[in-house]
């Protein structure tokens, strides 16, 4: 029999992170969400109106009936159809077994048809698009932790391996439950930690910390040019996890490679929040972050202009640091980079279902009695979006196939968590996802109200297809908010690998052929793009240098005013 086509754990922690983000730890309790009120919706009105149930559980009654006459003729070379769609990309039934044996071919549709008839539940039920979208979530989670894969007797590559290694696979995965169940709250581990250290492997391209206050350190990164150009770039990180996403590990870092393409670089590493710096706002997040490193780095290099490159959240902070300075007379900020960034938050994607105004009503209450939303108790609920990716492919991989879990840069660093001070969140998710008050003009930060349309500096927007946090179509309406000239990509790969994108033989992007008028909408968009084999980072790096100004001779690191305080990483990368 032929052998079952495993993912390597590359490709294993590749399909993860295009499901992880910053965003991914922010909501602490699934059934905050009202999942659980929005199931019981669904099953009361099955009891109201019989007539629909009984026709779920009519066909799922000949489905049923059918599995065996199929399995039994497929073994015997027929070729009946299916009684439910069998999509051959589920990669949780690639064991060879699930076709060839008739015992597991069985179990898998009986599974299917059930899976089905729950779904047809949930479709028939006449409740509100925002209580069927929980409802649906929930009975997806449930159907995916149902899965035959999950259970040692019906995973046919589990049992082959305790065959194989005459039962040493279920002691390795016997051991790795226990040490879950003890040390990691239940839940399957996502990555090998042990190899990683930061600012050895992680964190790792040469800097120096020049600035340090209460909220943030300042990275000035060495240069690796004998020239470079006049404009420094600020990276502008997300808060909601560490800076470092920015610059991951050697050739995996998009910092590196801007400083290996004449860059001078700084980057904010933001400290992790304590109770006791629960009151702090978004305000403090701009005028102590990315305003004071402008201000810090302008008299380390003395640079008239300097560009920011902001990332998800960080990329939304950049923006409004862009139009806060445009409008106050300030044109320091020579061109904006934003990655992965929603600047209109009316489409939000599957981050949508925990965001609705009584879900943030209850994180609310809970952050005020707790100063912080803590990072531990808040790591899971984004696993749910993606179950079979970031926890029962791991319950069947470290727990069935007693496997050690995968070692992967990504997955190390989203497992370095850090808490969201409770005024700063609240007014976050409030005002960013409930009223979507940036895109309509009406947010106020620091006294102003920001005015996108101000941002008249040349920007690079870059999304990618696959994320679920930023969805790319919402991430283009940037190109209207905005009043200057614009470059939008599409990236391979998601929220998080869609960033981490260094050149090689997988990645590809799309650009229109033109960037002087940009269409309406991203379906018309994408309609006329080119798509390009190679990384996006290639193509920024192109585009940046038109716009960075003349080369010349590397600036020193840190100033009288601004000394150097540490090596780099810093100090608040490892709190």
């Not at 029962?392 to 069935?400: A, D, G, P, R």
Request: aromatic residues 8%; proline residues 7%.
């Amino acid at each position: 029999m032929a052998q079952e086509q495993v993912p390597s754990p590359r490709e294993v922690g590749e399909r993860a992170a295009d499901v992880l983000a910053p965003e991914s730890s922010q909501f602490e309790d699934p059934d905050a969400a009202g999942f659980g009120e929005a199931l019981s919706q669904v099953l009361r009105f099955g009891v109201a109106h019989p007539s629909a149930s009984a026709q779920v559980a009519v066909r799922l009654a000949a489905d049923l009936a059918r599995v065996p006459v199929v399995t039994m003729d497929s073994w015997l070379g027929g070729n009946v159809a299916p009684p439910v769609p069998v999509d051959p990309r589920d990669r949780r039934f690639a064991d060879p077994a699930w076709t060839g044996n008739p015992f597991f071919a069985g179990v898998r549709l009986s599974y299917l048809a059930a899976c089905r008839a729950a779904r047809d539940l949930v479709g028939a039920a006449e409740l509100d698009e925002g209580t069927t979208r929980k409802a649906a979530m929930a009975t997806e989670l449930m159907l995916d932790a149902l899965a035959p894969t999950n259970f040692l007797p019906t995973n046919p590559a589990a049992l082959r391996r305790a065959f194989e290694t005459a039962g040493m696979s279920l002691l390795r995965g016997a051991r790795n439950f226990t040490d879950d169940l003890l040390n990691n709250e239940g839940r399957p581990r996502q990555v090998d930690m042990r190899p990683f250290e930061v600012g050895r492997n992680l964190a790792a391209t040469p800097a120096k910390v020049v600035y340090r206050n209460d909220l943030m350190e300042l990275l000035q990164y060495e240069a690796q040019t004998p020239r470079v150009h006049a404009s420094p770039l600020l990276c502008s990180p997300p808060w909601i996890n560490k800076y470092y996403v920015m610059d991951l590990a050697p050739g995996r870092s998009f910092i590196e490679w801007a400083v290996q393409h004449g860059r001078t670089v700084f980057a904010i590493s933001y400290r992790n929040a304590s109770k006791e710096r629960s009151g702090v706002t978004m305000d403090d997040y701009l005028v102590h972050g990315p305003h004071t490193a402008l201000d810090v780095i302008q008299d380390v290099t003395g640079a008239e202009t300097i560009d920011i490159a902001g990332l998800c959240l960080g990329g939304a902070l950049t923006a409004i640091t862009s139009a806060y300075l445009t409008q106050s007379g300030d044109s320091r900020i020579g061109t904006v980079t934003l990655f992965n960034t929603m600047l209109d938050y009316a489409e939000p994607g599957a981050l949508g279902l925990f965001t609705d105004r009584a879900t943030v009503d209850k994180l609310e209450r809970k952050m005020q009695r707790e100063g912080v939303l803590e990072g531990a108790s808040m790591a899971g609920t984004f696993d749910v979006l993606r179950a079979n990716d970031l926890i029962f492919n791991y319950v069947v991989s470290n727990w069935l196939m007693g496997e050690d879990p995968p070692v992967f840069d990504i997955l190390a660093w989203n497992a370095d968590g850090t808490r969201m001070p409770a005024a700063m969140h609240s007014f976050y998710l409030r005002n960013f996802y409930v009223e979507n008050k940036l895109a309509a003009g009406t947010l106020e930060i620091a006294g102003k109200a920001i005015d996108l349309g101000a941002i008249k500096a040349p920007a690079y927007v870059v999304s990618a297809v696959n994320d679920h946090i930023v969805p790319w179509e919402s991430s283009y309406k940037t190109t209207g908010l905005v009043s200057g000239p614009v470059r939008f990509v599409l990236s391979s790969g998601g929220h998080i690998a869609g960033i981490v994108n260094p050149p090689g033989p997988k990645a590809w992007y799309q650009v229109a052929p033109t960037d002087d008028a940009l269409p309406a909408t991203a379906a018309e968009w994408r309609s006329a793009a080119e798509r390009i084999s190679g990384s996006w980072w290639e193509d920024w790096a192109s585009w940046s240098k038109e716009h960075a100004g003349p080369m010349q001779d590397p600036p020193g690191t840190g100033s009288v005013r601004h000394p150097v305080l540490g090596d780099g990483p810093g100090t608040y990368v490892r709190t």
